[in-house]
């Protein structure tokens, strides 16, 4: 799977939007962007995942740029329940094994949001 | 709908003991995966059950040794516990489809102590 780059830690003011980046630049055709959280002694909680086109959910919007190369998880209106460390992980969505493929996380970047 | 639950949430050993901690998968769900994650860093992949068997496995030693049960729960052991497997033990469960697997789903975790 392809390695990431992400900021150590990132602040966002409550109410904006917060906006947190990942580069992976040797990203494969195949290969889909993932995003996780993790607040504070909780399991990770899965957010949203896309190849290509960008991707809206209920939680939050990832923009993948048109090389793949980097993306941008988009929080519109951040709250302090926001505060988390947030994973962007590259890897395949299926397995020729019949099982399935591994998350390997970084070190995430620690987002806080300020009130 | 009950999701991944983990069990216990904490634990002490002394070193040199052995540990069994337990999983439940999220209801659907037929795939359980099991995490480390020291303090301060990323959850570590240690390996993955399907149909009962292990199906990849991380670079964890032959002490790190798991089970799945034909109701998909799935038990993590450790034996000869050192100080070093201190940590928090996540375990994931996700869907094996036959295009695409599902997300994967974190429970709380296990925090083991060793001392």
């Known amino acids: 799977d392809a390695k990431t780059t992400q900021p150590t830690s990132m602040d966002c003011a409550e109410g904006r939007a917060a906006n947190l980046p990942c580069n992976h630049s040797?990203?494969?055709?195949?290969?889909?962007v993932y995003w996780y959280r993790q607040i504070h002694s909780q399991g990770p909680q899965y957010i949203i995942h896309g190849l290509k086109n960008n991707e809206t959910n209920e939680m939050a919007s990832l923009i993948i740029t048109e090389d793949r190369k980097s993306s941008t998880l988009i929080l519109p209106h951040a709250t302090l329940r926001d505060t988390a460390v947030y994973y962007c992980?590259?890897?395949?969505?299926?397995?020729?094994?019949?099982?399935?493929?591994?998350?390997?996380f970084g070190s995430g970047t620690q987002l806080t949001v300020l009130p | 709908d009950a999701g991944v639950t983990q069990s216990p949430t904490h634990l002490i050993k002394t070193r040199g003991q052995q540990v069994t901690l337990r999983c439940s998968p999220k209801s659907g769900h037929d795939t359980v995966s099991w995490y480390q994650q020291a303090l301060g860093q990323g959850p570590q992949f240690i390996f993955q059950?399907?149909?009962?068997?292990?199906?990849q496995r991380g670079n964890f030693p032959d002490r790190f040794s798991g089970h799945q049960f034909p109701n998909y729960s799935s038990e993590l052991n450790v034996n000869a516990l050192l100080l070093g497997d201190s940590a928090l033990y996540l375990c994931a469960s996700s869907l094996v489809g036959q295009v695409r697997n599902t997300e994967a789903f974190f429970g709380q975790g296990t925090r083991l102590t060793v001392v």
């Open positions: 992980i590259v890897r395949l969505r299926t397995s020729s094994s019949g099982s399935a493929r591994q998350l390997t």
């Open positions: 059950y399907y149909e009962e068997e292990e199906r």
């Open positions: 040797t990203i494969s055709g195949n290969e889909y």
